[in-house]
């Protein structure tokens, strides 16, 4: 079993090391080497429970309240689409091929099971009927056409799941050999964009940021760049800081 006291704050701006900080309060992400800085972007983490305010297709059970972010020095264990049964949208994988049923009336997504390798949108997310899908992907995606060729208002590939097309995932260590042990569990926050700034940043139109239930969102061009340039690599250190801290004054450009 994994022991341990894990990473601390000792081990934060490591000389020659690349890591990767995030502040909430300030709501700035870093990529550091060493004191100095590679990159920033601004990135939202989660807050304490806000009443009356509503994230864009809450779970129908409510059963998601947002929260802060959890502090902590952590392990990037990868990255790809991520797929929940907790979040409605999520169950399917961003990029997940889509198609019409014989009848035109209900959307079917391509499974991974030889068996049945196209099943009904509804079948595992029941509210998700074709003219809600239809609705939903308009305003998200406006007119787009790279993902609905013929233009017909329906999607040829799922880019609602709420984690974006990419979630990068990390954990907590506690025997500091940065791989994922027996015992270390992948935290359920991650860092990714969402399916409404793709789709506003798809359209050219201003990026409005929310606050998570407690994983960190970036924009998606910030993303792509932090990735294009090799900031998440795994192993390498993500060190979540407490709400309330402060940029440290000694980084460097
Ligand atoms: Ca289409
Ligand atoms: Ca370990």
């Not at 798809?202 to 792509?224: A, T």
Request: aromatic share 10%; net charge neutral.
């Amino acid at each position: 079993m994994a022991q341990g006291a894990g990473w601390t704050s000792a081990d934060w701006y490591a000389e020659g090391e690349s890591q990767i900080h995030f502040f909430p309060t300030p709501k700035r992400l870093i990529w550091t080497v060493g004191k100095k800085i590679m990159l920033e972007v601004e990135a939202w983490g989660g807050i304490k429970g806000v009443r009356h305010h509503h994230f864009p297709h809450d779970p129908v059970d409510g059963g998601m309240r947002p929260r802060p972010t959890t502090p902590g020095s952590y392990v990037i264990s990868g990255w790809g689409p991520y797929r929940t049964r907790s979040w409605d949208f999520s169950r399917i994988r961003w990029g997940t091929e889509l198609r019409l049923d014989g009848t035109r009336q209900h959307l079917l997504y391509k499974t991974e099971a030889l068996s049945q390798p196209w099943r009904p949108v509804e079948s595992i997310i029941p509210h998700a009927t074709l003219a809600y899908v239809r609705r939903l992907f308009s305003d998200i995606w406006g007119g787009n056409r790279r993902y609905d060729r013929n233009g017909d208002g329906i999607p040829d590939v799922w880019v609602l799941n709420d984690f974006g097309p990419m979630a990068i995932n990390y954990f907590r260590d506690p025997n500091r050999n940065r791989r994922l042990n027996a015992g270390e569990k992948i935290m359920g926050e991650m860092i990714h964009t969402t399916p409404e700034n793709e789709g506003q940043t798809d359209q050219g139109k201003p990026v409005e940021m929310e606050f998570s239930h407690g994983c960190i969102h970036m924009r998606p061009v910030d993303l792509d760049r932090l990735v294009r340039q090799g900031a998440f690599k795994v192993g390498e250190l993500i060190v979540v800081h407490e709400l309330g801290s402060i940029v440290w004054e000694e980084l460097s450009r």
